[in-house]
């Protein structure tokens, strides 16, 4: 099995070596790493150059530069259509990865064909102290290697880019179908969800980065934003569904996918239009949030 690294940078120059250091080190070598720089202003791409240079990495690894600024989603999805690798595995710019990431991860989507996303665990740790940050990871299974199911929320996802690795005779189902408003990860991770190819490695093999300025969405309390997010989650929801055949997808997912699109839509015009008594109503379905705290803050964002 082939492997591919996908990175985005842009302004990284903090920590990219950093990075750079751990694809460099891991116990099973990546077949090609690509990197794409989104117009940054610092010494990113100098780093780079400088670091393929040094460890004459030129026939695998490859820099491209982006003539125009894409946005990072759009970044990341046109380098993830660029891999060839048989399969992919997605890097942040300033993220710590253990050493064996790659060689778990693999070996563990070579004895599993069924497997279409595989994601990890991650230590979310704060930029300035280096201690863990609080972060909703919740448990996704005991075993090594759990399958992932829809529960509560469908479009939620519950690790971050990060921790991926995708399947690239998967991808292009993916590629095609996605819009350049939804994130890369958020598309990927309800993808593999609805055609139960989603599985989750029970082990930590990433130290996840949380510093100002990261490109994580932000699931704001304050009214906009909720909205925002549930629209983006009902369209990404509605549009696996509109595809359900081609994507072959059992009657029990299509029927959550369903439901979960209905409470996406209560849930908006409840807040849109402060209406307390719905919101209320809601209470009964709360099983459908992602955690029981987003029902409190529909309420704080109808309030704002």
Not at 112 to 122: A, G, I, S, T
Request: charged fraction near 30%.
């Amino acid at each position: 099995m082939t492997t591919s690294v996908v990175m985005c940078t842009y302004n990284g120059e903090k920590y990219i070596e950093e990075q750079l250091i751990t694809i460099f080190r891991q116990s099973r070598q990546p077949d090609e790493v690509l990197i794409t720089d989104d117009g940054s202003a610092d010494r990113t791409v100098s780093i780079i150059k400088t670091f393929i240079q040094k460890h004459a990495l030129e026939t695998k690894w490859h820099l491209f530069e982006n003539s125009v600024n894409l946005g990072w989603k759009k970044n990341f999805m046109e380098t993830i259509r660029r891999a060839s690798g048989d399969l992919i595995f997605l890097a942040d710019q300033d993220d710590i990865w253990h050493k064996s990431k790659m060689e778990i991860m693999t070996d563990v989507c070579e004895q599993h064909p069924d497997v279409y996303l595989l994601v990890c665990d991650c230590f979310p740790f704060d930029d300035e102290t280096g201690k863990r940050k609080k972060w909703f990871l919740p448990d996704l299974g005991e075993e090594f290697l759990n399958q992932v199911s829809i529960e509560r929320s469908f479009a939620e996802s519950l690790r971050p880019g990060c921790t991926y690795a995708l399947r690239g005779d998967w991808k292009e189902t993916v590629v095609d179908l996605w819009e350049e408003q939804w994130p890369h990860d958020l598309f990927l991770w309800c993808m593999a969800l609805a055609q139960e190819g989603l599985y989750h490695c029970r082990k930590v093999l990433v130290k996840w980065r949380r510093a100002e300025g990261n490109n994580t969405p932000k699931n704001e309390k304050n009214r906009d934003c909720r909205l925002e997010v549930l629209d983006r989650q009902y369209r990404i929801t509605k549009c696996i569904v509109e595809h359900s055949d081609k994507l072959q997808i059992g009657e029990a997912q299509l029927t959550q996918m369903e439901t979960a699109m209905r409470i996406y839509r209560q849930r908006a015009d409840a807040i849109e239009n402060k209406d307390y008594r719905k919101l209320m109503r809601l209470l009964g379905d709360i099983r459908y949030y992602p955690k029981n705290s987003s029902w409190l803050a529909d309420i704080l964002a109808a309030l704002r």
